[in-house]
C-alpha cells in the first residue's frame, strides 16, 4: 500500500502564502536550493502527518466557484471556529461551511488567499 509523502501548494505570491499558512498553522519555511521553492515541516517528525513543499505558480489560478479539481489537504486543528475565524483574519473565505462528519469531528473547506482549497478538521467522536 503506498502512503502520500509530502504535498505541494502552488502560489502567484509565494510569501504571502508563507505569511499566511505560517500564522495560521506555525508552519515553518525554508527556502531549498536557491529557487522558487519551499519546504514546510508541519509538525514534529515523530507526530502524525507529512511535510510539504510550497512553490511558485505556474498555471492558472483555480477560479473560485468552480467545482474541486485537486488534491485537498486537511489539516487537524485543536478548535475549528477558532482557525475558520483566524483564517479569515488572514485572508481565506470559507469554500465549505462548518459540517459534522457523523463520529469524525468538525470540517470546513477554505480558500487560501492564492485561491488554493485546504480543509482543516477538529477531531469530535460525538460529531452529529
Given at each position: 500500500m503506498a502512503r502520500v509523502a509530502h504535498f505541494e501548494i502552488h502560489?502567484?505570491?509565494?510569501?504571502?502564502?508563507?505569511?499566511?499558512?505560517?500564522?495560521?498553522f506555525g508552519w515553518e519555511f525554508t527556502q531549498w536550493g536557491g529557487q522558487d521553492y519551499w519546504l514546510i515541516k508541519t509538525g514534529a517528525p515523530e507526530e502524525p502527518?507529512?511535510?510539504?513543499?510550497?512553490?511558485?505558480?505556474m498555471g492558472d489560478r483555480p477560479q473560485l466557484g468552480q467545482a474541486v479539481n485537486a488534491y485537498v489537504c486537511t489539516t487537524m486543528v485543536t478548535s475549528l471556529d477558532e482557525t475558520i475565524t483566524a483564517?479569515?483574519?488572514?485572508g481565506a473565505t470559507i469554500a465549505l461551511p462548518k459540517?459534522?462528519?457523523p463520529g469524525v469531528g468538525w470540517l470546513?473547506?477554505?480558500h487560501d488567499p492564492e485561491g488554493n482549497i485546504f480543509g482543516a478538521m477538529q477531531s469530535d467522536p460525538e460529531a452529529k
Open positions: 502560489a502567484d505570491n509565494p510569501q504571502r502564502a508563507i505569511e499566511f499558512y505560517g500564522a495560521l502527518g507529512i511535510d510539504g513543499g510550497l512553490m511558485r505558480r483564517g479569515i483574519e488572514l459540517m459534522p462528519v470546513a473547506y477554505f
